[in-house]
């Protein structure tokens, strides 16, 4: 008797291959295996063991593969994929996808124009008028060079965030009213020589105001400065 010994890789696709090979042979014991059944075998043992069998003339059809996992959202790459958008696997896609953060809230009690840019004396005009289009007037004979860097300044200025809040006083303590305080007046108690140039440079840095000028522009911080200066509310 005749004997068949094979020895094939324990892959699913390829044990489905030989079992029906052997099923045709069954149907027909008494004739030789056809040429077709012996080369798939032998095609089947000469592969890598990790390769997919694919399709065979047994009539076994391959197993599609998985199609891969995009982010839905073009020119978004969440955290965990490639950059071509493909997820890694193992690792999870980001729950949301990262915003833009919004700007800063204009700041209280400063009036700005159409451009959000308060007024400043070296490069508005003295009335504090604005042209139709809602822009500060200019100064007149002012460089163009000096307008844009005054305006990039002011800019800067804006995003500068809200003075301290103050610490909360006592309950048995009594209500203390917060003294308002100008431009001209804190300019009178810097200039009347009782604080040192250091210690206002100081105060305005720990503020993100680069000099006194530009106080001028950001009245909502005067009160604090005033403070860090000369210890006022």
Known sequence: MEKISISVPRLPGVLRAVAAMFEGLAEDA?????????AEAQDLLDRPKDADPGPTILGLEPTPPAPAETFATPGVVPIGATPEGQLIPGVPPSATEETATPPPPPPANVDLDADGLPWDERIHSRGKTKTKSGQWRKLRGVEP???ASVEDELHALMVVGPPPVPPVAPESAPPVTPETVTYGDL????TAGTVKPDRVTEVLAAHDVPSLVLLASRPDLIASVDAGLFGGV
């Open 145 to 147: 060079e000096l307008v």
């Open 30 to 38: 008494a004739t030789a295996p056809s040429a077709g059944y012996a």
């Open 187 to 190: 300019m009178q108690k810097i």
